[in-house]
């Protein structure tokens, strides 16, 4: 009989693969949790506001989205060729006109 003693290797109990799964899945979470403490506080802010009316379809667009949901709700509803509507803007620039088609950028909403 021998009497040498056989190494026992110590088990990993972390995976390297696990590791990055849950570091991930931690990343996504972290994530996950500003993206809707950020939406929340924003729609907190709105509702606060003295202006804010959810009766009127625009109450919620401010600053240039104003102008973009504007000229997404022309093309919407024109009865007319909206492109000409929008090429001979007097309500931006009133008493003169604005070729709105080539001095904003309005694509990207419709």
Not at 29 to 37: D, P, Y
């Amino acid at each position: 009989m021998s009497t040498k003693k056989k190494k026992i290797k110590p088990r990993q109990i972390v995976d390297n693969k696990n590791v990055a799964v849950y570091k991930n899945i931690l990343i996504i979470f972290i994530l996950t949790v500003l993206v809707l403490g950020v939406s929340f506080f924003k729609a907190i802010k709105i509702k606060k506001n003295e202006h804010f009316n959810p009766a009127r379809p625009g109450s919620l667009f401010y600053s240039e989205t104003a102008f973009h949901y504007r000229y997404a709700q022309i093309i919407a509803e024109a009865k007319e060729n909206p492109f000409e509507i929008l090429r001979n803007d007097k309500f931006v620039q009133h008493p003169h006109t604005i070729d709105v088609l080539k001095y904003y950028t309005i694509m990207m909403e419709f």
